[in-house]
């Protein structure tokens, strides 16, 4: 991978740089968690004390905004550190580009219907002016973006630091000796955790399950869910997957309410603390129970406590997992906090991704 710190010479260049603003706003137009805008202040550092022109490419979901970067200007400004112009169409970059004023940021790339579509036309408009593309956006890197994927065919394209940082913790925790290894595995969506375990089983000593990933593999081993949430199609999703894996840990007892298995049970979490205990790396993703609801957060809770209190190197991931973890202000404690969601998950299941394979 081509990477930013390699770059020699820096000044004057006009840098388009990828970067990953996609944050929840509340009602009042507050950011709620700027963890991810925060991340991208060293790249954008280093780029501008080098003396590089840099334009900022993002995209927002948040509605609450109208998908658009307008309103969160001034907020960029104090989180960023740095006055950030605004650049409301792909039409003004050329002429900022001639008038240049310091950092600024295009609005939403996704408004443009070439974004999603990975076209090169669009592409094209995207990178003309520039001279390089910094792509430092690791959440996005395993989707076919043209912001992402078509304009590194455009300009020399390199990591950002978020970018290298992600890859090299993810790869050191994949490629270690599995004596120590731990892989948990819970939350709601299992057809983005399923390929992780099916990757990383043989690599590890112990995947630890939870959520709805658990109850799925419950439900193929015929146990009666109740009212459970399940996938429908479980036998397609762990087909490949040996479920008499003794390797393969699945809760032994539960919390049960209204018919439905919400968290896991206290034995469970007993086996899983010793068990985390003794490992010399855990890799984390997805929430134990239905944490919102604290009556059913114990399990992860007391799993995200066992985690920090114990030597192993932690990898975790998700945005759940994090909301949930940072809710009992156990955020910082964990050795490396991924910024990726899916984009994790693809890399952990060994997965190639568009965003990353453009910077080879
Ligand atoms: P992440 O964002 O960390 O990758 P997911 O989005 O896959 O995690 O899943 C998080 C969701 O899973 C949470 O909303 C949580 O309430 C839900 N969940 C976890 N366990 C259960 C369960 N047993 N029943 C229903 N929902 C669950
Ligand atoms: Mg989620």
């Given at each position: 991978m081509k990477?930013?710190?390699?770059?020699?010479?820096?000044?004057?260049?006009?840098?388009?740089?990828?970067?990953?603003?996609?944050?929840?706003?509340?009602?009042?137009?507050?950011?709620?968690?700027?963890?991810?805008?925060?991340k991208q202040k060293e790249t954008l550092d280093y780029l501008v004390s080098h003396g590089a022109k840099v334009v900022m490419a993002a995209h927002i979901s948040d509605e609450s905004v109208g998908e658009s970067f307008a309103a969160?200007?001034?907020?960029?400004?104090?989180?960023?550190?740095?006055?950030?112009?605004?650049?409301?169409?792909?039409?003004?970059i050329a002429p900022y580009l001639d008038h240049?004023?310091?950092?600024?940021?295009?609005?939403?790339?996704?408004?443009?219907?070439?974004?999603?579509?990975?076209?090169?036309?669009?592409?094209?408009?995207l990178a003309d002016g520039f001279d390089l593309y910094v792509n430092n956006d690791f959440a996005v890197c395993h989707r076919d973006h043209a912001s992402v994927s078509a304009i590194t065919k455009l300009l020399p394209s390199y990591a950002g630091f978020i970018v290298?940082?992600?890859?090299?913790?993810?790869?050191?925790?994949?490629?270690?000796?599995?004596?120590?290894?731990?892989?948990?595995?819970?939350?709601?969506k299992a057809s983005t955790k399923v390929p992780v375990i099916k990757n990383l089983i043989d690599k590890c000593e112990a995947v630890l399950l939870g959520g709805v990933v658990s109850n799925d593999v419950l439900k193929e081993k015929d146990q009666d869910m109740g009212s459970s949430l399940v996938d429908t199609d479980t036998q397609a999703l762990?087909?490949?997957?040996?479920?008499?894996?003794?390797?393969?840990?699945?809760?032994?007892?539960?919390?049960?309410?209204?018919?439905?298995?919400?968290?896991?049970?206290?034995?469970?979490i007993r086996q899983y603390i010793d068990i985390i205990a003794s490992a010399k790396i855990v890799i984390w993703n997805g929430p134990l129970g239905l944490f919102e609801n604290p009556v059913f957060a114990k399990g992860t809770n007391e799993v995200a406590?066992?985690?920090?209190?114990?030597?192993?190197?932690?990898?975790?991931?998700?945005?759940?997992?994090?909301?949930?973890v940072d809710k009992i202000g156990l955020l910082e404690k964990f050795k490396f906090v991924s910024t990726g969601g899916g984009a994790m998950l693809a890399f952990l299941a060994g997965e190639k991704l568009p965003g990353l394979e453009a910077l080879n």
């Open positions: 990477m930013l710190r390699d770059i020699t010479d820096l000044k004057d260049k006009k840098v388009i740089l990828r970067v990953d603003f996609d944050v929840p706003v509340s009602d009042k137009g507050q950011i709620e968690e700027p963890f991810r805008i925060k969160l200007i001034p907020q960029l400004h104090i989180l960023l550190g740095h006055e950030i112009s605004f650049i409301k169409t792909v039409a003004e240049y004023a310091g950092p600024a940021l295009l609005d939403n790339v996704r408004q443009n219907e070439g974004e999603k579509k990975n076209d090169p036309e669009f592409a094209k408009k290298e940082e992600e890859v090299a913790n993810l790869s050191r925790v994949i490629d270690a000796p599995k004596e120590g290894k731990v892989i948990i595995m819970g939350g709601a762990l087909a490949g997957l040996d479920l008499a894996d003794t390797r393969l840990v699945a809760p032994k007892d539960f919390v049960v309410f209204d018919n439905k298995i919400l968290d896991i049970g206290e034995q469970t406590s066992a985690i920090v209190a114990s030597s192993a190197m932690s990898v975790i991931g998700g945005g759940d997992t994090i909301s949930a």
